[in-house]
Nanobody, 121 residues
Framework: QVQVVESGGGLVQPGGSLRLSCAASGSISRFYAMAWYRQAPGKQRELVAGIFSDGTTNYADSVKDRFTISRDNAKNTVYLQMNSLKPEDTAVYYC???????????????WGQGTQVTVSS
């Protein structure tokens, strides 16, 4: 079994910073990619940032130059450093992990439970 758990959300004032963490644990054999998505009330879930096994990253245009995704391979953990936060960044942030799992052929996708980020004065 594999678990994906996010942490680090909260309430922050505009212009502030937060760091989200996403930890994958269990019978993991390989890391393919991990990504952060977000979903605001009444809107579709959207990709925020992703990181691949070779270290390549990609970002939504709305967060470029403000957010940074990184990973700690030893801990199977990915971080999202969010700076210069804006009210429009308010959403539930979800982690998605594409992993190899012991005893399973191919890659398997997992979602975390989500963490709320609220940017408000």
């Amino acid at each position: 079994q594999v678990q994906v758990v996010e942490s680090g959300g909260g309430l922050v004032q505009p212009g502030g910073s937060l760091r989200l963490s996403c930890a994958a644990s269990g019978s993991i054999s390989r890391f393919y990619a991990m990504a952060w998505y977000r979903q605001a009330p009444g809107k579709q879930r959207e990709l925020v940032a992703g990181i691949f096994s070779d270290g390549t990253t990609n970002y939504a245009d709305s967060v470029k130059d403000r957010f940074t995704i990184s990973r700690d391979n030893a801990k199977n953990t990915v971080y999202l450093q969010m700076n210069s936060l804006k009210p429009e960044d308010t959403a539930v942030y979800y982690c998605n992990a594409e992993l190899g799992v012991l005893g399973v052929v191919g890659r398997v996708g997992y979602w975390g439970q989500g963490t709320q980020v609220t940017v408000s004065s």
